[in-house]
């Protein structure tokens, strides 16, 4: 049986603990961490696409893993929460007898991808450095949508586990000053608990818009306000929205 890996408290951290070096100095092929986009294979960048058929064997949680299918050559290796250490110990396992590597991530690995990132790190250290291949993600596509430009916007994103404290914070601090973009987290602190959260603050009423599914067949977008937003709350773990959402607050 395949021992499960041990993961650093905090993989984010490690993740981002060092700038990359090793892949391009020190002639070792890396291990690719590559963001597939919002999951609508046009999005899906080319040196991204390469990275995932010329991978021996590609791993990722099992939706990722659905939408880049076509792509992949190689052995697939899917996960969940649940069995996150005892799927990385095999792909390590296979990097350790020599495959070539990939790991999927939703969207962008730089905008809400480095727990996972950090993961696969640790999974492979030793073995292989890991090398980001960024991808196009939601929120670009929701700055797009929303005429939010993104040098005028602060973007945070609770779409992950831990403290969120602190994102809330810069969220308050300049909604009104500056436009937002939110990746919510599913589903204790969606659009409606968010824009609660921001007015009792003392945000003002700002225009708001809440995109879902973006990019796919599906996509819809509602045009409303906080006030509105928050009108919607009746408990925390209710909500009017999907978990592929973003939320835009135009300042």
Known sequence: MTDEIEFPDEPAEYAADAPETEGVDGGVTPVYAVGIGPGNSEYLTRRGARAIREADVVVGFETVVEFVREEITGEALTCGYRDEP????????????????????????NHSGYQFV???????????????????SSLQVAASRARTPMEATTFVT????????????????DVGDRHLLVLPR????????????????????????????????????????????????????ET????????????
């Open 158 to 173: 609770l779409h992950k586990s831990g403290p969120i404290e602190a994102g809330l914070r810069r969220l308050e601090r």
């Open 118 to 136: 950090g993961k696969v790190e640790s999974a492979v250290e030793g073995l292989a450095p890991v090398e980001v291949v960024p991808g196009i």
């Open 86 to 109: 005892e799927v990385l110990a095999t792909f390590r396992e296979r990097v350790a007898d020599g495959a070539s590597g990939t790991a999927v991530l939703m969207g962008d690995p």
């Open 186 to 237: 599913p589903y204790d602190w969606m659009p409606e608990r968010i824009a609660h959260r921001l007015l009792e603050a003392g945000a003002p009423d700002c225009e708001a818009l809440v995109f879902e599914r973006l990019t796919h067949a599906e996509e819809s977008v509602t045009r409303t306000s906080l006030s509105a937003l928050a009108d919607d709350i009746d408990a925390k773990e």
């Open 240 to 251: 009017a929205f999907s978990d592929l959402s973003v939320l835009a607050v135009r300042r």
